[in-house]
């Protein structure tokens, strides 16, 4: 099983300094989350999600241990590779959606695609195949600002699968939503688990949110324990 | 592996259309490096104008004469005997009636300037007759020329629009003695606007000065005369004095002042400056605090330092480069052509001049205004790309 795994966290910890104090937020964490998994981590406030989940994208850095994404160690890696590293292998989906105000559906979608070598034209298409799998094609042109809170997140998972990245990771993602837009935003990250095969790890509170899930871990002051398979 | 330059154009321009967000402060920051740039070019263009006044009232085909050992005619003196000498100099330029030279006296005199009404020192020249010769682009422009042996003064219209009763008809008490101002005359904005014109020998007698002069005008045969007419001079054992070429006599006037000038310009400059990258750094951290998440969310999706330090820099140029223009354009306005007057500091008289806005000194200004809106982004870009990227995410 472990050498399928496609993120393989041995040991990993992190602690941060508050004034004085150290605060450990992790305990020597080992975990292996096989390709084509749809992991919910849940835990209480302040357990430790949001931080490993971070960890894992390759935002912020392991006091300890070693991060392993489908075979290349990106604990080690410098700043500058890390950036090119998430560009390419990591999409994330964020509660508050992080999409940027003065631009378009296509405009925010197409960001990550500025990182590649693509030309415009291919941007724009590979953009807008991206809207119209998450079912907001005709919305392409609209700012975030007109769109409801459900279509801005549609956006941001459109943003997150434009460059097919390794794994999806989403913190909270239907946690600024109401019912019915969330459960509308976990079919669509169900049906990018089943039918695109994408590797998707979800931090959650919401237990309806987690059963959609394959598996579900729970953080409680930094140690992981796991559920049956949902 | 990127395309850096479609990221810096595309973060740079999302940016700049964010900037309406933050008008109130963008717009203070630009008020404060158009007042700077305004200020800069203000005073500049004094330094500016006396300079030109100076540089277009020397002619290197006339050479100026003085007792040696003299910096300035007022502290100069010839006998009548030695400005015949001079005259006899083989490389002076003649016409019908002679020489071309004008033995000449000048004395300060007091009159109210119109501004303030306090008195200010004026120049009151003595002129030979063959004076206007020396100055090609003398003109009256108003009344006629005074009369040889009549106390009758011209003024310059520098000099007529700066002080109080120097208009054709008018009485003025100099010394003992009233004068009557008969023409007023123009030189192309030389120094000789900034003077009151009479019979030097007229003047002679007014203020007891007997047959003395003080300089001696020459024109020369040709520019290139100037070394060997020194030579001449020099070598006369009757005379002992020193010659120097109009144009060099100017320069050498204008030194002080325009350095004095120029450093405190530059001074008030540097010091209003320093306020106004306080504003523009304000402006710009606030800017980049207002775009924390947004800079975090791109920064988690790949993108490098380099493009968020650029939009960040971009928008701290733009402010400065508006601010520049528009203080160009309110000091060109309001400061090119204005007359004005000030001490001489070479004569110790006023010399009239006009604020000189030169192109040189539009892109000083413009060229300050990029400097000032640079520094003021410097920081807050520095500040935007080191932001670790989990802090970022989590602010509102």
Redesign the interface.
């Known amino acids: 099983m472990a050498d399928e795994s496609l993120v393989r966290l041995r040991g990993v910890a992190k602690d941060y300094k508050r004034g004085a104090e150290t605060v450990h937020v992790l305990h020597a964490l080992d975990l292996d989350i096989p390709r084509g998994d749809f992991l919910a981590l849940m835990g209480p406030s302040g357990s430790g999600k949001s931080?490993l989940l971070?960890l894992i994208?390759g935002?912020?850095r392991p006091t300890a241990g070693s991060i392993e994404i489908a075979g290349t160690r990106t604990d080690s890696m410098t700043d500058?590779d890390l950036?090119?590293?998430?560009?390419?292998h990591v999409g994330?989906v964020?509660q508050?959606y992080?999409l940027?105000?003065?631009?378009t559906a296509e405009r925010n979608v197409e960001?990550?695609l500025?990182?590649?070598?693509?030309p415009?034209a291919e941007r724009r298409k590979r953009a807008n195949a991206a809207l119209g799998l998450v079912g907001l094609s005709e919305r392409a042109h609209h700012k975030p600002r007109e769109l409801s809170g459900g279509q801005e997140q549609r956006v941001g998972i459109a943003?997150a699968i434009v460059s097919d990245p390794t794994l999806l990771l989403c913190d909270e993602p239907t946690g600024d939503l109401d019912r019915k837009s969330g459960d509308e935003i976990l079919d669509l990250l169900q049906a990018l688990n089943q039918q695109q095969g994408k590797t998707i790890i979800m931090v959650t509170h919401d237990p309806h949110a987690a059963a959609r899930a394959k598996h579900v871990l729970h953080l409680n002051k930094g140690q992981l324990s796991r559920d049956a398979a949902a | 592996?990127?395309?850096s330059w479609?990221?810096i154009t595309?973060i740079t321009s999302?940016n700049v259309?964010?900037m309406s967000q933050r008008a109130a402060s963008s717009i203070v920051a630009l008020i404060g490096i158009a007042g700077v740039v305004t200020v800069l070019i203000g005073v500049l263009s004094i330094a500016e104008g006396f300079k030109a006044v100076l540089d277009i009232s020397g002619s290197d085909q006339v050479a100026i004469v003085l007792r040696n050992g003299a910096t300035d005619e007022m502290g100069s003196g010839l006998q009548q005997e030695q400005t015949r000498l001079i005259a006899d100099a083989k490389q002076a330029a003649r016409d019908e009636q002679g020489p071309i030279v004008s033995p000449e006296l000048y004395v300060v005199v007091d009159v109210p300037l119109k501004s303030t009404g306090t008195a200010a020192n004026v120049p009151l020249r003595g002129v030979g007759p063959q004076a206007v010769k020396l100055r090609s682009n003398f003109k009256i422009v108003e009344g006629v020329n005074f009369t040889p042996g009549k106390f009758e003064v011209v003024v310059g219209k520098g000099a007529s629009m700066q002080f109080s009763g120097l208009t054709v008809g008018s009485q003025l008490r100099l010394g003992t003695t009233n004068w009557t101002v008969t023409g007023i005359f123009e030189d192309r904005g030389s120094v000789a606007e900034s003077e009151i014109w009479t019979d030097a020998t007229v003047l002679q007698g007014a203020y007891n000065r007997g047959t003395s002069y003080q300089s001696m005008r020459v024109k020369l045969t040709s520019p290139s005369a100037m070394q060997a007419f020194k030579d001449e001079l020099s070598t006369n054992p009757r005379l002992n004095v020193r010659v120097f070429s109009e144009k060099q006599y100017y320069a050498e006037q204008s030194k002080i002042l325009v350095t004095l000038v120029s450093t405190i310009g530059s001074a008030i400059a540097i010091l209003m400056g320093l306020g106004a990258i306080f504003a523009a750094l304000n402006t710009m951290y606030s800017a980049v605090s207002s775009r924390t998440?947004?800079i975090a969310?791109?920064?988690?999706?790949?993108?490098?330092p380099a493009p968020v330090i650029t939009s960040v820099l971009a928008e701290a140029l733009l402010i400065g480069l508006v601010g520049g223009v528009v203080g160009m354009i309110v000091s060109y306005v309001a400061f090119n052509g204005v007359r004005a007057s000030t001490m001489n500091f070479a004569t110790f008289s006023q010399l009239t001049f006009a604020f000189t806005v030169t192109p040189q000194l539009l892109v000083q200004g413009l060229v300050y205004a990029l400097i000032l809106g640079f520094i003021g982004g410097l920081l807050p870009s520095l500040r935007a790309a080191k932001l670790?990227?989990?802090t970022g995410?989590r602010e509102?």
């Open positions: 931080t971070n994208g935002i912020d500058g950036g090119k590293w998430r560009a390419h994330f964020f508050m992080n940027l105000p003065v631009l960001l990550p500025l990182l590649t070598k693509l415009a943003r | 592996m990127s395309n479609d990221q595309a999302m259309r964010n998440r947004e969310t791109l920064r988690a999706l790949g993108f490098g670790p990227i989990t995410l509102l």
